[in-house]
Nanobody
Framework: QVQLVESGGDSVQAGGSLTLSCTASTTTAGYCMAWYRQAAGKQLEWISLITNGGVTHYARSVKGRFTISRDRDNAKNTLDLQMNDLQPEDTARYYC?????????????WGQGTQVNVSS
């Protein structure tokens, strides 16, 4: 089973930017990939996904500020999340998720997460 490792989490001030990365242990060609986040004491929240055809979708809370992309530099095992205009409410642990059959739901594979802290 593919393994996912997130990186790029950090502490930033409101209005700042970060790029999160997720690297898979094998190729993710054909996979649907997604980003989720979980703030302390809150439920897991879906924030973005990218289909195996490159179609992107965003939660209303991040649309226009976050950009999901995959296969950086033609590597077939990366997933990125460019986050701009970060706000304190974006503070959370961010997880990437994957599903090998291309269906964008009920993701069975998850990384361990990377922490993003945004101060006002």
């Amino acid at each position: 089973q593919v393994q996912l490792v997130e990186s790029g989490g950090d502490s930033v001030q409101a209005g700042g930017s970060l790029t999160l990365s997720c690297t898979a242990s094998t190729t993710t060609a054909g996979y649907c990939m997604a980003w989720y986040r979980q703030a302390a004491g809150k439920q897991l929240e879906w924030i973005s996904l990218i289909t195996n055809g490159g179609v992107t979708h965003y939660a209303r809370s991040v649309k226009g500020r976050f950009t999901i992309s995959r296969d950086r530099d033609n590597a077939k095992n990366t997933l990125d999340l460019q986050m701009n205009d970060l706000q304190p409410e974006d503070t959370a642990r961010y997880y990437c998720a994957a599903r090998s059959d291309g269906i964008c739901a009920n993701f069975p594979v998850w990384g361990q997460g990377t922490q993003v802290n945004v101060s006002s």
